[in-house]
């Protein structure tokens, strides 16, 4: 079953507002999650590093004001799109490293985000 | 920062027959490889995975080789079906909790 969950599956938004999308590990903790962009026919593009209880770490050219991220706890991080626009219109998926037995990094099963 | 380079960007294979994508990588400190397929729609869902202790691992239809020397490795995919159609990312990474650097893609179509 998921490990990893992602809510909403799918948002639809005005230009000019925030989208919140949450990720959650299901039955682990993790102090790390990641999230990623993609669109479509392309690769998946590391957007940041969510740490739990510090500051997120954004890779390059990616706007940390535009793309706030919280991790509150150790089974939640959170992406929140401000004043989002067209052109933030995109999958994102979000991963969180989980150790022992099966020790590999899972996959959230995405959210499309369409500003209108 | 780590480069992956994932070839081809397309495969048709026919029902039954074999296929293999490759990917390079630059840096040498990655030492965790996995392998992803995606459906459309859907997140992606790890298949296979290797590390670089390793040069090869299969498990069933699946197998992946790794050639720490020449920075590549490969999946390979036996007797295929056309469930397996989909789009396939390999990466790499200095550890599996790190970030992964992904390859950019290859979608895969097995016609019945």
């Known amino acids: 079953g998921a490990v990893v969950s992602q809510h909403p599956s799918w948002v639809i938004c005005k230009s000019g507002t925030s989208v919140k999308i949450e990720c959650r590990s299901l039955d682990f903790q993790a102090t790390t999650m990641f999230w990623y962009r993609q669109f479509p026919k392309q690769s998946l593009m590391l957007m940041a590093t969510s740490n739990e209880g510090s500051k997120a770490t954004y890779e390059q050219g990616v706007e940390k004001d535009k793309f706030l991220i919280n991790h509150a706890s150790l089974t939640l991080s959170t992406l929140t799109v401000t004043s989002a626009h067209p052109e933030d219109s995109s999958f994102y998926i979000c991963?969180?490293?989980?150790?022992?037995?099966?020790?590999?990094?899972?996959f959230g099963p995405g959210t499309r985000l369409l500003v209108l | 920062g780590e480069n992956v380079e994932q070839h081809p960007s397309t495969l048709s294979v026919q029902e039954g027959d074999s296929a293999v994508i490759k990917c390079t990588y630059s840096d040498s400190a990655s030492n965790y490889f996995p392998w992803y397929k995606q459906e459309l729609g859907k997140g992606p869902q790890l298949i296979i995975d290797?590390?670089?202790?390793?040069g090869e691992k299969k498990d069933q239809r699946i197998a992946v080789t790794l050639n720490k020397t020449a920075k590549h490795f490969s999946l390979h995919i036996t007797e295929t079906q056309p469930e397996d159609s989909a789009v396939y990312f390999c990466a790499a990474s200095s550890d599996n909790f790190n970030k992964f650097y992904f390859g950019s893609g290859t979608k895969l179509n097995v016609k019945p």
């Open positions: 290797i590390r670089s202790n390793v």
């Open positions: 991963s969180a490293p989980r150790a022992g037995l099966q020790e590999t990094q899972y």
